[in-house]
């Protein structure tokens, strides 16, 4: 079974992490973008456990960390993790003072922000990166606001308050080669005018995952890596998707032809057929809407669909005349390598992005991270 090489537990649900597999994507990435990479992983290193793929990423020649909040930041220092760190989603008045102290790099995005920034920096100056927002119309100045921002920084940066070491922004849309001629342009005027300021930033950074694998005019010093440290975007021949979602069945039974199945019996059976009863559903990141789109599981070796409504601890799996027990394992996604589906399947019958499904995985499915040497504690 796909992902289940060293899979020794019981467990009634699991993701199985290759952290192998989150290695070799952080070094393919750095060896086709040719710059150091940024390991992206917020939101629990994208839902496959912040620790165990940060060190995975590390391995792999990663040389900065990518994170949204101050607290994730932390958590990496917390756990002896020395290497560069970058945080860039903050109130005004959350405590830099003890981030700076930690070494944490802050994204910085209007003058406010700096100021609140350099209020509480120590001794030592703050390292910052200013965002420049050209496009996406998140964080990061405006063009009109930017000059001020320069300016402003370059005045605390001669005064010994802060250190601007890099200038990044993030794109809009990567996978339309069409757009990002324009948004490289605003890049290169946002780094001209800070040029001009007096800044001398040594990290420019733009490009995400699917950038930094496809567009070399968007790399720069740094390219900024999530989903393709897990293996599952962009479409590239050597990237290999690291989680497998996976369980065992609660309940079989044989039901004849005409049985309704879950909430509102949406699903009636056509023949008689062999019901299995997984114990994941959507308070555990189960889409509820991809059961109404044609989202199938893997069982002994083949495809079977979902059947009826996705509840919020469970659903049901038709699986024909194919023997089950309970016990048996069912995959819901892994790396592909057999023919079962992969958090791109699932997020193409959920409507949604495998970003959404990957990180929507619940804290009731334990996370299990194995690694060619065995699994890690
Ligand atoms: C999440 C995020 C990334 C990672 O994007 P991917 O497309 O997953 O590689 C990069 N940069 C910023 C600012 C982000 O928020």
Redesign the pocket.
Known sequence: MPGTRALTSTDRVSAVVDLDAVAANTRLIRETAGTPVMA?V?ADG?GHGLLPVTRAALEGGATWL?V?TLDEALELRRAGVPAPVLS?LHLPDEDFGTAIGEGVDLGVSSVEHLRSIVAAAGEAPARVHLKIDTGLSRNGAVADSWGELVDEAWRYETAGAVHVRGVWS?LHT?EDPETVPEQVRRFETALARAQRAGLRPTVRHLA???A?LTIPATRYDLV?????LYGV?PAHPGLRPAMTLRARAVQVKRVPAGTGVSYGHDHVTTRATTLVLVPLGFADGVPRLAGAHGAQVWFRGARHPVVGRIAMDQFVVDVGDTPAHVGDEIVLFGPGDEGEPTAVDWARWAGTNP?EILTGIGPRVPRHHHRSEGALP
């Open positions: 992206v917020k994208f990518g949204t860039w993030h990567a995400n995952s699917a930094a900024r890596a999530g989903i393709a975007e970003h």
